[in-house]
């Protein structure tokens, strides 16, 4: 989060278990501050609930480990499209100036 900044990054991959905040209450507050970035969460555990929470909360995938590079490659090209979609709305929007 020291490093969040709005449209700096186009898609976070992130664990679910980190040391001082998981990757589910990572993902959250990106969503409380009104981020969209596509978010790729990768666990361990195979925990149906988990998985649910991830998604529920707005991931993109929930992928479990050990992670197919394939598969991995696959969303994050997909997360990287729809960044790009979002920034060229943003772009072709009116401004209010």
């Given at each position: 989060?020291?490093?969040?900044?709005?449209?700096?990054?186009?898609?976070?991959?992130?664990?679910?278990?980190?040391?001082?905040?998981s990757?589910?209450e990572?993902?959250?507050?990106l969503?409380?501050?009104?981020?969209?970035?596509?978010?790729?969460?990768?666990?361990?555990d195979?925990?149906?609930?988990?998985?649910?929470?991830?998604?529920?909360?707005?991931a993109?995938?929930?992928?479990?480990?050990p992670?197919?590079d394939d598969?991995?490659?696959r969303?994050?090209?997909?997360a990287?499209?729809?960044?790009?979609?979002?920034?060229?709305?943003?772009?072709?929007?009116p401004?209010?100036?």
């Amino acid at each position: 989060m020291a490093e969040y900044q709005p449209d700096r990054f186009d898609c976070l991959i992130t664990d679910v278990s980190m040391p001082g905040r998981s990757g589910l209450e990572l993902q959250e507050r990106l969503r409380e501050l009104g981020s969209s970035m596509p978010v790729i969460v990768i666990s361990a555990d195979t925990n149906a609930a988990t998985r649910a929470r991830a998604l529920s909360g707005g991931a993109l995938a929930c992928l479990t480990k050990p992670v197919n590079d394939d598969v991995l490659l696959r969303h994050l090209e997909s997360a990287l499209n729809r960044a790009s979609g979002v920034r060229d709305d943003r772009r072709d929007a009116p401004s209010d100036d």
